[in-house]
């Protein structure tokens, strides 16, 4: 299972999602009867707050806990965003239900997109990586690279992600169709199996090279077909990525 979310929030999951399995009457590896109802609401309200908690945790803390490590991927000219000559990438993957995915393409996305992409500095790559415990993240990255396919990816991925909150096949088919995507080309690239094989090599691709959940990103230069570059892991506040985006941008000028 692929996931993200931060450490205290891992240790307390699996026996609280063992435990809601049996209440839900899901397979479980665990003795006895299960628990009740009751018990099993409890549970949820308690992993409620405890993301809750998370998200309002000091941005000093988030860049601490800000990981970096080399890496080599492929490059890719689909879902980019951004002048193919600028001497700096950041490729992004993502899962469309992914609350803090969401507080990336919120918070820090806009100044980044701003600062650098529209200035020609950076070149933007969104990867797919949906996590297995959220419904709606395969079919959302599916339906956006088929809006791609017909020139309507970015409307399309901005739309889901503003729209995370009420994701479902029919809410996302509507809001590919409302870009202009034509439907009968949208549904048989929806229904490709090689449409969802691109969307599992993308999250292959991201565990190979050490992203455990979302968001993850590579900030790369690019050398001939391939990235090389570093992971930042999370949904890191925008100095993060400005500091290392500035630094990498001030080797590539060779300071």
């Known amino acids: 299972m692929r996931l993200s979310h931060p450490l205290p929030f891992l240790r307390l999951l699996p026996a609280a999602l063992v435990a809601l399995g049996g209440a839900l009457g899901g397979c479980t590896v665990q003795n006895g009867n299960g628990i009740t109802r009751e018990q099993g609401d409890a549970i949820l309200a308690e992993l409620r707050e405890i993301r809750r908690a998370l998200a309002d945790q000091p941005k000093t803390k988030e860049a601490d806990a800000a990981q970096a490590g080399k890496v080599e991927i492929d490059d890719t ?39 650098y992409i529209d200035t020609g500095k950076v070149r933007y790559v969104v990867r797919d990586m949906p996590l297995t415990f959220h419904e709606q993240a395969e079919p959302a990255a ?42 009968g080309e949208f549904d048989r690239c929806s229904k490709d199996p090689a449409t969802r094989a691109a969307v599992d090599a993308d999250a292959s691709e991201a565990e190979r090279i050490g992203v455990n959940g979302t968001p993850g990103f590579v900030l790369a230069e690019k050398k001939g077909a391939k990235l090389d570059g570093v992971l930042i892991l999370g949904a890191q506040p925008t100095n993060v990525f400005t500091s290392r985006i500035d630094a990498l941008l001030g080797q590539a000028k060779g300071e």
């Not at 879902?79 to 239900?97: C, K, N, R």
């Not at 995370?164 to 809410?171: C, V």
């Open 142 to 183: 599916i339906a956006a690279r088929c809006a791609g396919a017909q020139g309507k990816f970015w409307p399309v991925h901005e739309a889901l992600f503003n729209a995370q909150e009420t994701l479902s096949p029919a809410m996302i088919r509507k809001t590919a169709l409302g870009f202009g995507v034509e439907a």
């Open 77 to 115: 000219s689909r879902q980019v965003l951004g002048s193919p000559d600028a001497p700096v990438t950041l490729v992004e993957f993502t899962d469309y239900q992914c609350p803090f995915c969401k507080r990336f393409h919120d918070r820090t996305w806009p100044e980044l997109k701003k600062k």
